[in-house]
């Protein structure tokens, strides 16, 4: 048989992973095998080997090499109203199109995870300390180009929008057809907290 090629074996090595992740969205990580993305990706299970040392590496490289919307570097002057619509465009592309919507089910909903120390809880925690750096420099430069209030307690918000972007990630992918109303709804209240503040989310307000 002949040997492939770079090029062929890069093809195949990316099949494996696209099975993959098809796999492991319908079964669940936990149920996934081998011979299932195998069968998925047409190879066979030597090949997989050849390119993983098994089903938690294959996992990995997903987890690795796939960067999520809420990741993506965005530019140090955007704007806030800029700013502000990229991250609504970059939560719908989350649970809409296909690879960010899938690494998204993967990270939230198919992961069975257990320990901290596992793959899914560490990629999930990246997610989160990218989105809320990403949040939190976006609303400082809102802050200094004087876009929202001087007073703005930031962490404070950035915990309310964690919290919110969480539980809209998971209902968005539980009900997709629902997902740009859900996604409009929540991001609008956002803007109308952090440009009407209540008082507990000003650092003037702290203690009263």
């Known amino acids: 048989m002949a040997r492939k090629t770079p090029e062929e074996a890069a ?3 990316q099949r494996i992973l696209d099975a993959a992740v098809e796999v492991f969205v319908h079964d669940g990580i936990a149920s996934a095998t081998l ?5 998925q990706a047409g190879v066979s299970r030597g090949a997989i080997y050849w390119h993983f040392k098994g089903k938690q590496d294959l996992l ?3 987890l690795d090499e796939q960067a999520h919307p809420l990741e993506c570097a965005v530019p140090a002057d955007i704007g806030f109203q800029a700013g502000w619509q990229r991250l609504r465009e ?10 960010p919507r899938r690494l998204t089910e993967i990270i939230l909903h198919k992961s069975e995870r257990r320990a901290a120390s596992e793959p899914i809880p560490l ?15 976006l609303l400082t430069d809102a802050v200094a180009n ?9 962490p404070a918000i950035g915990e309310v929008f ?45 203690g009263q």
């Open 11 to 13: 093809l195949t090595r």
């Open 35 to 39: 011979e299932q993305v195998a069968r």
């Open 60 to 62: 990995q490289s997903i």
């Open 90 to 99: 970059d939560l719908g592309e989350s649970v809409s199109a296909d690879a």
């Open 123 to 137: 990629r999930l925690e990246q997610l989160r300390e990218c989105f809320m750096r990403r949040l939190q420099r």
């Open 146 to 154: 004087g876009e929202l209030a001087a007073e703005l307690d930031i």
């Open 162 to 206: 964690q919290g919110c972007v969480g539980g809209l990630l998971f209902e968005c992918l539980q009900r997709p057809g629902a997902a740009a109303r859900k996604i409009a709804a929540t991001l609008d209240t956002l803007l109308y907290l952090l440009e009407n503040p209540p008082a507990h989310l000003l650092l003037a307000g702290r």
